[in-house]
């Protein structure tokens, strides 16, 4: 998937078609249609124009409901910053990845199972390379906002309504080694049809409504609309280390309003809010900084920018931020399909 240019932006219609599929990925293109006053076939177009170009893309997230995220900071060796980028891109519970500015030469958000499994991971398997210097890492105590809550509000409050799924989840169900095939395919494309779906896992539409209907439900499965960062705008990404003193929450919930946050979390450690915003411009991050100066209880510890967006949530980014491949996101050490 190539970009039509670095500088390409999308649409506003696009960008209502990306943000209706962010509220209901699995839409059927007759429901957007009544949303967003256009015909079903030019949506379903421009939809397919905008995953070809590598701008846009709906997968599904099988992490389950148990588990932690970890932060990662890797140093590597100077020779060693290709390779380890390769072995990180290409790590199943790698779900964030970017090469930054700075001390340290990579930012990564991990998945793992419990405590031990992110020690392992961090203490054991990454530290094993002879090409990662040094790891610092936090754990995600309380997301306030992330890549599946960000939007570009492009949709009024009566689209929203229409599009509206929210419900509360069900119980647990657990993952089946039959569900392999069906998770692999919708890993790389949310919106497969059923009968695709049915074909590829030898069964018939029926029972693969049936089975997306339990593991959605039970939130086991999450489906999730994603842009480049290109197509909306906002080519630059700065994430900001702050320490907060008190409760986190206050600021957590007012980044969370700011329409450049992405990413907004309490972490372990020192710096306990992990902040990541995207910006038109590296000056907007000044501006970020003064309105997070004026918040009293609030000091930056350190800030860096993404050079290189490699990896969101399973798909692969090239150096142009668009979409290019996928790995499967997977818990590390967890006992069941998604390991």
């Known amino acids: 998937m190539k970009p039509e240019s670095d500088a390409f932006v999308i649409a506003e219609s696009d960008l209502e078609i990306i943000n209706a599929l962010q509220l209901n990925p699995r839409a059927s293109w007759?429901?957007?249609?009544?949303?967003?006053?256009?015909?079903?076939?030019?949506?379903?177009?421009?939809?397919?124009?905008?995953?070809?170009?590598?701008?846009?893309?709906?997968?599904?997230?099988?992490?389950?409901?148990?588990h932690i995220f970890g932060y990662l900071m890797i140093r590597t060796a100077q020779d060693a910053v290709a390779d380890v980028g390769e072995l990180l891109r290409h790590l199943s519970c790698t779900y964030l990845l970017a090469r930054t500015e700075g001390e340290f030469e990579y930012f990564v958000g991990v998945v793992a199972a419990d405590q031990k499994s992110l020690d392992a991971l961090v203490c054991e398997?990454?530290?094993?390379?002879?090409?990662?210097?040094?790891?610092?890492?936090?754990?995600?105590?309380?997301?306030?906002?992330d890549g599946f809550s960000w939007e570009p509000g492009a949709l009024g409050q009566a689209g929203r309504a229409q599009l509206a799924t929210a419900a509360a989840p069900a119980d647990p169900t657990e993952f089946r080694e039959s569900d392999s095939?069906?998770?692999?395919?919708?890993?790389?494309?949310?919106?497969?049809?059923?009968?695709?779906?049915?074909?590829?896992?030898?069964?018939?539409?029926?029972?693969?409504?049936?089975?997306?209907?339990?593991?959605?439900?039970?939130?086991?499965?999450?489906?999730?609309?994603?842009?480049?960062q290109q197509a909306v705008g906002s080519p630059f990404e700065v994430i900001f280390d702050v320490a907060v003193d008190g409760s986190t929450d206050e600021l957590?919930?007012?980044?969370?309003?700011?329409?450049?946050?992405?990413?907004?979390?309490?972490?372990?450690?020192?710096?306990?809010?992990?902040?990541?915003?995207?910006?038109?411009?590296?000056?907007?991050?000044?501006?970020?900084?003064?309105?997070?100066?004026?918040?009293?209880?609030?000091?930056?510890?350190?800030?860096?920018?993404?050079?290189?967006?490699?990896?969101?949530?399973?798909?692969?980014?090239?150096?142009?931020?668009?979409?290019?491949?996928?790995?499967?996101v997977a818990i590390w050490g967890a006992d069941n399909l998604v390991r």
């Open 30 to 66: 007759t429901q957007l249609s009544s949303v967003l006053d256009m015909d079903s076939t030019t949506i379903a177009r421009r939809w397919r124009r905008l995953v070809s170009n590598g701008h846009s893309w709906v997968n599904a997230v099988a992490i389950g409901r148990t």
């Open 125 to 145: 398997h990454l530290a094993a390379d002879p090409g990662i210097l040094s790891i610092r890492s936090r754990v995600g105590v309380k997301v306030y906002r």
């Open 181 to 228: 095939a069906l998770l692999e395919a919708l890993g790389r494309d949310g919106r497969a049809s059923y009968a695709r779906l049915a074909a590829i896992c030898g069964t018939n539409e029926t029972a693969i409504r049936r089975r997306l209907a339990q593991l959605t439900a039970s939130q086991q499965l999450i489906f999730r609309c994603d842009v480049s």
């Open 252 to 328: 957590g919930q007012l980044v969370s309003g700011w329409p450049e946050t992405r990413l907004s979390v309490a972490t372990t450690g020192t710096a306990n809010m992990l902040i990541s915003v995207w910006l038109s411009s590296l000056t907007q991050s000044l501006a970020v900084e003064d309105r997070l100066r004026r918040i009293g209880s609030v000091r930056i510890l350190d800030r860096r920018v993404s050079l290189y967006p490699m990896k969101r949530f399973g798909q692969l980014l090239g150096p142009s931020g668009v979409a290019e491949g996928h790995v499967p």
